[in-house]
């Protein structure tokens, strides 16, 4: 994948952001987003446009989401199977070969196109021809240069689907212009809902905003950010810290996620920032049956607006909710054997499949043993902060945030 469709890590520089964001800016984000007076409805936007949200680094993230819905242009098209070629071509602007896909014609809003090249992105080639179960084919032939072999198989399919309604699908493709070139980023079905980098953060600030309105006292920071045009994935953490005995102290944390491609369209997730002293901390997350009532709020794609708005007034029960974290961790029974989970940490880091196995300083970190005994647990969470400090791939990085809080926890790593 090209570099500029990465996800990104945010460096979080102090020196750059006031810690402030007006909402009547905040809220230029959406001034184009088809759910824009929604949004202006529920928060009561016209009343509160000249306050200004206080939360560390907000201001730093409005530009780099700014940055992204200017410069990369998120749009969807309607296109039918026997109307699309897909091939192999060196686009100009692009500097590999790339796999094209041609909508000879297509739906734009309400008006019928015509031939549009796109640079397959992300999974998009993979999702096409899983329609037909040949991926792996397809793709053996493309990787042994045999493109126009792979292309005429395709072309067998799109004379099926000229002369038979069963092969002839109708779908959403969902394209992004950059520089002048379109990207076809995923394919989906026609009942699909994307709300986007720019709603997800837009919305998240909002609600912190109004939380810190009716819990006086309360104060977020900003903790971790990674970005793409579609993807945004952010830590924000309350200030206020509280003793958690063995844990150290900890504070409320709530992960916003959206993934205009992934199974989560908008995601909430009730986390625990821990933190020893002298460190930035790591992040445990429990599993959806944890003692805090509502620890997560899960949005899919298939989730009609009106229901999103609804499911957003229950925001509140998210946050604030670090007494309740507080009695869980001291229900941990784990603790007895820092030794024994630092090794299951390892082992699930080092098996044969894992992502991680390359990763020779996260080895070298929960390598070190340490004695069994309750009294050397800081051991076991200061690699914990080790680890979380270490510059590696966000989604590598979440994966690994999984693991580390299942089996602190619960002493296993989840099945699901």
Do not use: W
């Amino acid at each position: 994948m090209e570099e500029k469709f990465r996800q990104k890590q945010v460096q979080l520089d102090a020196d750059s952001s006031t810690g402030k964001i007006k909402i009547e800016k905040l809220c230029s984000l959406i001034e184009n987003h088809p759910y824009k007076e929604d949004v202006y409805k529920m928060f009561d936007i016209d009343g509160i446009r000249n306050e200004y949200i206080s939360i560390d680094f907000v201001d730093l993230i409005y530009k780099k989401v700014n940055h992204y819905i200017t410069k990369y242009r998120r749009y969807k098209i309607i296109a039918q199977t026997k109307d699309i070629d897909v091939y192999e071509e060196v686009i100009s602007g692009s500097s590999d070969t790339n796999i094209v896909f041609n909508f000879e014609e297509y739906v734009e809003i309400d008006e019928i196109k015509v031939n549009l090249k796109t640079i397959a992105l992300y999974d998009s080639k993979n999702t096409f021809l899983d329609e037909y179960a040949m991926t792996k084919y397809a793709n053996n032939l493309f990787k042994i240069g045999q493109a126009s072999l792979a292309n005429y198989n395709v072309q067998y399919f799109k004379e099926m689907a000229k002369n038979t309604d069963g092969y002839n699908k109708e779908k959403s493709y969902r394209l992004v212009e950059h520089e002048n070139v379109n990207y076809l980023r995923g394919i989906t079905s026609t009942r699909y809902y994307e709300y986007g980098i720019d709603f997800t953060f837009v919305v998240g600030m909002l609600s912190l905003h109004k939380n810190m309105k009716a819990n006086h006292g309360i104060e977020y920071k900003i903790k971790n950010v990674a970005i793409s045009e579609s993807k945004l994935e952010m830590i924000v953490s309350e200030k206020h810290i509280k003793d958690a005995g063995k844990f150290g102290y900890v504070s409320t944390a709530v992960k916003i996620t959206t993934n205009d491609l992934g199974t989560g369209s908008l995601n909430f997730v009730n986390v625990i920032n821990v933190m020893q002293k002298d460190s930035t901390g790591f992040y445990l997350i429990p599993k959806k049956n944890s003692i805090v009532e509502n620890s997560s709020l899960v949005i899919n794609h298939n989730t009609k607006p009106e229901n999103v708005f609804t499911a957003l007034k229950d925001l509140d029960g998210i946050l604030n909710t670090a007494d309740s974290f507080i009695e869980e961790l001291n229900a941990v029974k784990t603790i007895k054997t820092p030794d024994e989970l630092r090794v299951k940490i390892l082992a699930k880091i080092q098996s044969p499949r894992s992502s991680f196995k390359s990763i020779k300083k996260l080895s070298d970190i929960f390598g070190r043993k340490i004695d069994n005994e309750v009294s050397n647990f800081k051991k076991l969470l200061e690699m914990c902060n080790k680890a979380e400090e270490l510059n590696i791939e966000y989604d590598l990085k979440d994966k690994l945030r999984y693991i580390i809080s299942d089996i602190i926890l619960y002493g296993k790593h989840r099945d699901n």
